[in-house]
């Protein structure tokens, strides 16, 4: 038996029990269709998580459900709480995660109302951290495909099968992520256009890497709600404009959602995302803190074994 079977059935055997966690974004608070639920609050090295996770069954999966915003909007985009987030995912065996989020349209043929699933990302935020290292500890994960091509796919496919007559769902295609809360101003509109953006968003780069540092295959369904502000003939983005929108795609997004947690049940993609750190741990573990060891053990452990309270 070849070592490339041996590794991938090991990577297999370890997805068996792993859960999927869904991100609610802007006008998706709760999971329906989520059964046997149970709230669970979760202390993480990073803080408090946006709010408690729900965790259910949702198409034959088990899936933990998190606001991203708290299930009263109580978050700005800079304020979300990522690490603690993602941590928390973690801790309870989320190894995928999709991400039904909000987006301003920048390209004329993604329309309001239509889903995007993108592919790559420019980021554009510059108060939040971006990385589960430091204090002593270095990693360096590749992100040169920031989102999981497998679980994208089926995402995908999933969500195009599923789209109404007049409404279309797009493969492929660059976010750009700011970092609010106000929208954009017209020139920033225009000049992100002309770096080729489909979509503008607020979270999903901030999740994206630390997922990758979690070892955690991530994947978004970006969801427009408006032109931004750059469309000669289309009214500027108001909130009002945004919620009306939200509203209309969060029923089919959790339907979406629901359908591709069904299809991840049965297949359970492997990731290059599932052992991201592999080759991407610089720092020798017996150099590190204690303090710093304690609180990455959660995604070192299979490299480094457990962490057992000693530098």
Same mark, same amino acid.
């Given at each position: ?54 965790? $259910?069954?949702?198409? !034959?999966?088990? &899936? &933990? ?5 708290? @299930?009263?909007? *109580?978050? /700005? ?7 603690a987030n993602i941590w928390a995912l973690r801790s309870l065996g989320v190894r995928w995660i999709l991400s039904p989020s909000a987006v301003g349209s920048? #390209? ?5 109302? %239509?889903?995007? +699933?993108?592919? #790559?990302? +420019?980021?554009?935020?510059? #108060? ?16 040169? %495909?920031?989102?999981? +091509? ?7 496919e999933t969500g195009e099968s599923m789209m109404p007559e007049g409404r279309q769902l797009h493969r492929g295609g660059t976010y750009l992520a700011m970092? $609010?809360?106000?929208?954009? /101003? ?9 770096? !080729? ?5 607020? /979270? ?7 997922? @990758?540092?979690?070892? +955690? ?8 709600? %408006?032109? %931004? ?8 983005? /108001? ?15 959790? #339907? ?10 049965? *297949? ?11 080759? !991407? ?10 303090? *710093? ?11 480094? !074994?457990?962490?057992? $309270?000693?530098?």
């Amino acid at each position: 038996m070849s070592l490339k079977k041996i590794l991938t059935d090991v990577t297999h055997k370890h997805l068996e029990n792993s859960r999927l966690g869904v991100l609610g974004g802007s006008g998706l608070y709760s999971m329906p269709g989520l059964e046997f639920v149970q709230e669970i609050e979760v202390q993480t090295p990073y803080g408090e998580p946006s709010d408690s996770l729900r965790v $259910g069954k949702l198409g !034959g999966m088990e &899936v &933990v459900f998190l606001a991203r915003h708290g @299930r009263h909007h *109580t978050f /700005t985009p800079t304020d979300v709480p990522y690490r603690a987030n993602i941590w928390a995912l973690r801790s309870l065996g989320v190894r995928w995660i999709l991400s039904p989020s909000a987006v301003g349209s920048l #390209q004329e043929q993604i329309r309001p109302l %239509d889903m995007l +699933i993108p592919d #790559q990302f +420019i980021d554009r935020t510059h #108060q939040r951290p971006l990385t589960f290292f430091g204090e002593g500890a270095v990693a360096h994960v590749t992100m040169a %495909d920031p989102f999981c +091509i497998n679980l994208s796919r089926i995402l995908a496919e999933t969500g195009e099968s599923m789209m109404p007559e007049g409404r279309q769902l797009h493969r492929g295609g660059t976010y750009l992520a700011m970092e $609010g809360p106000a929208f954009s /101003t017209r020139a920033e509109s225009n000049l992100y256009r002309s770096w !080729g953006c489909m979509v503008i968003g607020m /979270t999903n780069h901030t999740e994206a890497r630390l997922a @990758r540092e979690a070892e +955690i295959a991530y994947a978004s369904l970006a969801m427009a709600t %408006d032109y %931004d502000c750059w469309h000669p003939s289309h009214e500027n983005v /108001t909130v009002e404009m945004v919620l009306s929108n939200l509203r209309e795609n969060a029923e089919l997004a959790s #339907q979406i959602v629901a359908a591709t947690a069904k299809k991840i049940s049965q *297949t359970r993609p492997s990731s290059t995302a599932h052992n991201a750190l592999k080759h !991407g741990l610089m720092t020798m573990p017996e150099k590190i803190k204690a303090k *710093t060891r304690k609180k990455i053990d959660l995604f070192t452990s299979p490299y480094w !074994g457990a962490f057992t $309270g000693r530098s």
